[in-house]
């Protein structure tokens, strides 16, 4: 066996549809299949303030980006957009939301939303 670096959109696509197949094989019909994009912004006079992206994949949603603008920061946007998503996430019947972050990153807003 030897290990190889594959393209990783196409690793990615083929991944998921192995895991898919598998998931579909076991559960039957009870779950819909394939991922989902979430691209929020918080938006006040036509100027984004902050950015959330995010996908559901299954029962879950994960958190790949976020950002407040710094000049907006401790303003409320950042708890506005996670409690946006925490209701995307609900509708889409999830039940696990993970964002991961780097212990410096804003550790007191992260606390706060635990």
């Avoid at 290990?3 to 019909?29: A, C, I, R």
């Avoid at 991922?35 to 879950?60: H, P, Q, T």
């Avoid at 993970?98 to 706060?112: G, H, Q, R, V």
Wanted: glycine share 8%; proline share 2%.
């Amino acid at each position: 066996m030897k290990l190889m670096t594959l393209n990783f959109e196409e690793n990615q696509v083929s991944t998921g549809q192995w895991l898919n197949t598998d998931t579909q094989l076991k559960m039957g019909d009870r779950v819909e299949f394939g991922s989902r994009s979430v691209s929020l912004g918080a938006v006040e006079d036509d100027k984004i303030l902050g950015r959330l992206v995010a996908s559901i994949f299954f029962n879950s949603m994960n958190i790949a980006l976020f950002a407040i603008k710094p000049e907006n920061r401790s303003q409320g946007i950042g708890s506005f957009l996670i409690s946006e998503a925490e209701k995307i996430a609900k509708k889409g019947q999830c039940r696990f939301i993970t964002l991961e972050t780097m212990s410096f990153n804003a550790p007191d807003f992260y606390k706060k939303h635990d």
